[in-house]
């Protein structure tokens, strides 16, 4: 009876061994995100995208701020050529710019469906954050590279 036991546990073992050994071995389709970090002055912000974009498929990016006390507010693209942007506080809005990009639980969104092999770029943004305890804004010019393939 003993014996039995220890059987069942020895293979049921090797199975959840196997299974998270298996599990983790995956190759991830997104970049890794850092930790985030507690300087109140220092933002950045990660850009999680495919590894792999097929041509015609779905592709999903989201870029959020590297500091939990900076929220991105909005993000915008397409903006007018105005290298010294400005902050309207009282709209919360960048002077200038008009074409938002999807924002939910803090992170930008961006959904596309590529259809041109190749690299390319996706258009600059703008990205305006605000900080939680401080009460202030800041933005971000950013953009991000990406390889279609057949």
Request: net charge positive.
């Amino acid at each position: 009876m003993l014996i039995q036991i220890i059987r069942r546990f020895y293979k049921s073992s090797i199975c959840i061994i196997l299974t998270v050994i298996l599990a983790c071995s995956g190759k991830k389709q997104q970049s890794p995100v850092s930790e985030p970090t507690d300087n109140n002055n220092d933002v950045s912000v990660q850009i999680i995208l495919q590894d792999i974009i097929k041509k015609n498929g779905e592709t999903r990016v989201k870029i959020c701020s590297d500091n939990y006390k900076w929220q991105i507010a909005k993000a915008y693209f397409d903006c007018s050529d105005n290298s010294d942007s400005q902050i309207d506080t009282t709209k919360q809005t960048v002077i200038g710019c008009e074409k938002e990009l999807m924002i939910k639980n803090d992170t930008v969104r961006i959904f596309f469906i590529p259809t041109i092999v190749g690299e390319h770029k996706f258009d600059d943004m703008k990205l305006l954050l605000f900080h939680k305890d401080k009460k202030e804004y800041k933005i971000i010019d950013t953009t991000f590279h990406y390889v279609v393939t057949i």
